[in-house]
């Protein structure tokens, strides 16, 4: 894969139908992950206030928010807001976690519905382009919690040796932040 380009209507990029499988399967793990079991945040649907059940906000008179996840990949898509204030973060996490959940979903089935499962030219609006990087970047996101990517991952990923069974998947990283990067460049 080349990258992405700019176009006069966005960007334009070329996949190889390995490279459309990989990206899709691990962002349909991402779709999976967040989507399942979301927890219930109080959302008003009994009639308690009328107004917050039309916006979906949650009841404020409900049950606290729903706490921080504990699979570290999850945690580390949907964090805390509040570090040291579990209350506040409770609370925070009550309002802002629906919304953030069903975000990165849209994000995600957008790059879905753009990228041919067989591979081949995707060409994205400037919308569209911006919920490939948001997605993508979920992708790493997960990635780089199983891996146990930190700030110093230029060495991590030089001491893998290739008959690890992770250098595959430093690999796949690599490549999805290039990917990433291209995008990035194409949109500016």
Do not use: C, H
Not at 97 to 114: D, N
Not at 122 to 139: T, Y
């Amino acid at each position: 894969m080349a990258g992405f380009r700019a176009t006069a209507g966005g960007v334009t990029a070329r996949f190889a139908r390995p490279e459309a499988a990989i990206v899709r399967d691990l962002v349909e793990q991402v779709i999976e992950l967040v989507d399942a079991e979301t927890p219930n945040t109080g959302t008003a649907d009994s009639g308690a206030d009328e107004l917050a059940a039309l916006v979906g906000m949650p009841d404020p008179d409900s049950a606290p928010g729903p706490e921080i996840p504990e699979d570290p990949v999850l945690a580390r898509l949907l964090p805390d807001g509040y570090r040291n204030d579990s209350d506040a973060a409770s609370e925070f996490r009550r309002f802002t976690e629906p919304g953030l959940r069903s975000g990165k979903v849209a994000a995600a089935q957008t790059l879905l519905e753009t990228l041919p499962a067989n591979g081949g030219k995707v060409s994205l609006s400037g919308e569209q382009a911006e919920a490939w990087l948001r997605s993508i970047n979920d992708v790493r996101l997960a990635l780089g919690v199983r891996l146990g990517v930190t700030d110093d991952f230029d060495g991590l990923s030089e001491d893998i040796e290739r008959d690890d069974p992770r250098s595959a998947y430093f690999a796949v990283y690599q490549w999805l932040a290039y990917l990433q990067e291209s995008l990035l460049s194409a949109l500016s």
